[in-house]
């Protein structure tokens, strides 16, 4: 109560100095001591209320920035800097108070109904003392000097350091470290600021451009709606603009949150009870949809992917980690238009991601989801043109192929998931050889046998039959019919086993694990084959024909009989879906 009373008395003091100084406050020349500015016009009211109980002359201003202002005044500018001076000497003002022009006040809206932006017009007794020379008003002088701007800076806290280079940093002037050290690096994104603005690049901000920087910073956050979500039953919390988004509903393994106000942004949070092969299955999974552009970065390590898409229409950024059991993620899906709003919006995203307990279950599923075959937890799935099948041909991840897939690809993909590109073909053979964009590691590849395999010999053929529906290759069994192709071809065989289309370019296996061949289409000139029929390029003709292009190949060792089970196994190691995309 006594410092409110020391307060009070100090400021009548004041007050009754700036009613002797003021006569002119309403002239062209007034001045503001701006003391706060607030996202939100509740809370605005509320400290402009509370001010109003301790001093006079206390106004709220809408501006032009999206922000409302608590300031005193107006006042001429020698007394605004007396103002100011004062109240900064008592403690009784924020130490980021500072005078303001209003040239940014739009509307008021404390004291209601008042007009305080509007001029004093000149009384008749002003007018009749006016002399008819003509005078050049001294411009008003609002800012600091570089060294008083230092002067006050020195004053600022870490974290008011800390948050102008946030600040900074947001509208693209500042790449360094949030340090609060004012060093080179944040003197010259000051000067960039003060450049951009249109003021004296000193590299030093004033008071003023202190607060005009955290005003604007403030006014973008509340555009974006940038807000902590903690979302329970996914289990994870994080930074979500909800001013572009709002929650839609569950969809497992998918936590949807649609987009507001036409802003095109959409945002996914994943969640779903799981290990490494869950997360890998995801992976792959993720890359199927419309919602992430074939184009764009894809990396997956031991315990975490990140894919990134982006096409004319759309762009992506998805990433996913194990947590505790769990597989825990978020997709950021936005259109073009809003590209420089999330390439500030995505690192708050990920800086503040934080896995909680729980998991979706299951069974969260929106009651009438029309799933279908081309849906996934009710998002489209974006199909190949083409599906083949191929197979390692070293520690690498280079594959061998047929040749359906290269020429009339935009893009081929290996296992829907790593960008591949067509190193060497051989039209006459029908062969393809891809190099993949990224060095992988198989966990198999083939060793060619380098002699013709026994005719009438047990035999599997591994690929992808169903449209390339399933997640991983199968494998069927037959046996080797004719060592020649149906019109005598010496490079080709004959085989008695079923394949389907898109197990075309997938390896022949004989019951040691060796690869002595590589399965043709079923299509020879214009004539379908029977289904019981497949042809196969023969290994020991192919060896050479690679050789002598410069890819490297394993040659087959003698070894023992693997039953069914283990040849199953070695054939699904090296074998790859290959995908065509246009």
């Known amino acids: 109560m006594r410092f409110l009373q020391g307060f009070l008395a100090l400021v009548f003091v004041v007050f009754g100095v700036i009613g002797g100084l003021s006569s002119s406050a309403q002239a062209q020349n007034q001045v503001w001591v701006q003391i706060e500015a607030h996202p939100n016009l509740t809370t605005a009211e509320q400290r402009v209320r509370a001010y109003s109980q301790l001093v006079e002359n206390v106004n709220g201003f809408r501006a032009t920035t999206g922000l409302y202002a608590v300031a005193l005044g107006p006042y001429d500018p020698d007394t605004g800097r007396l103002v100011l001076q004062q109240l900064l000497g008592q403690g009784l003002i924020p130490r980021d108070s500072f005078l303001e022009d209003g040239d940014l006040y739009a509307t008021q809206f404390f004291p209601v109904a008042a007009s305080a932006l509007e001029e004093a017009p000149e009384t008749p007794a002003e007018t009749a003392t006016e002399t008819p020379v003509e005078e050049v008003a001294a411009p008003v002088v609002l800012d600091e000097t570089p060294q008083e701007a230092r002067q006050s800076e020195a004053q600022l806290t870490r974290e008011e350091r800390d948050q102008l280079q946030i600040a900074l940093q947001w509208f693209g002037f500042y790449t360094g470290g949030i340090d609060g050290a004012f060093g080179p690096g944040t003197r010259g994104s000051m000067q960039a600021y003060q450049t951009d603005r249109g003021m004296e690049p000193t590299g030093i901000l004033t008071t003023r451009q202190r607060a005009q920087l955290l005003d604007e910073y403030q006014g ?14 996914a289990g ?12 839609d509903s569950y969809n497992f393994p998918f936590a949807q949150y649609e987009e507001v106000n036409d802003s095109g942004v959409r945002v996914m949070l994943i969640s779903q009870p799981g290990d490494r092969a869950t997360l890998f299955g995801l992976y792959e999974i993720m890359q199927t949809l419309d919602i992430v552009p074939l184009e764009g970065a894809r990396e997956r390590g031991s315990d975490r992917f990140t894919l990134t898409g982006q096409s004319a229409t759309l762009r992506s950024h998805t990433e996913a980690r194990l947590v505790g059991g769990a597989v825990k993620g978020f997709t950021l899906i936005w259109e073009p238009s809003a590209d420089a709003q999330m390439e500030r919006v995505l690192p708050m995203m990920q800086s503040s991601f934080a896995a909680v307990d729980g998991t979706l279950d299951p069974a969260a599923v929106p009651e ?25 041909l070293d520690s690498q991840g280079t594959v061998l192929t047929t040749t359906e897939v290269a020429g009339q690809c ?22 393809a050889v891809l190099t993949p964009s990224q060095a992988l590691a198989p966990l198999g590849f083939a060793q060619l046998a380098a002699d013709p395999a026994r005719l009438r010999a047990d035999i599997a053929v591994a690929g992808y039959p169903f449209g390339g529906a399933l997640s991983s290759a199968s494998t069927s069994f037959g046996s080797l019919a004719e060592l020649s192709g149906v019109n005598g071809e010496d490079t080709v065989q004959r085989l008695s086993v079923n394949t389907a289309d898109t197990e075309a370019g997938g390896p022949v296996l004989d019951l040691s694990g060796n690869v002595i061949g590589m399965v043709l289409p079923g299509v020879v000139g214009d004539r379908t084959l029977p289904s019981d029929v497949t042809l196969a390029l023969r290994a020991d003709q192919l060896i050479g024909e690679l050789q002598a292009a410069g890819v490297s190949v394993t040659l087959a060792q003698p070894t023992g009989v693997l039953n069914r089970e283990n040849v199953s196994r070695e054939a699904q190691d090296m074998t790859v879906r290959v995908s065509c995309w246009n």
Not at 236 to 247: E, H, S, W
Request: proline share 3%; hydrophobic share 45%; aromatic share 6%.
């Open 410 to 431: 935009g893009q081929i993909l290996i296992d829907n998931a790593y960008e591949a590109t067509v190193s060497y073909r051989d039209d006459a053979l029908g062969i």
């Open 368 to 392: 009438g989801l029309d799933e279908s075959i081309d849906m996934v937890s009710g998002l489209t799935v974006r199909r190949p043109d083409i599906v083949r099948t191929g197979f390692f």
């Open 220 to 233: 973008e956050l509340s555009a974006l709606g940038m807000r902590n979500v903690l979302d329970q039953r």
């Open 236 to 247: 994870i919390q994080m930074d979500l603009p909800m001013a572009m988004v709002r929650f």
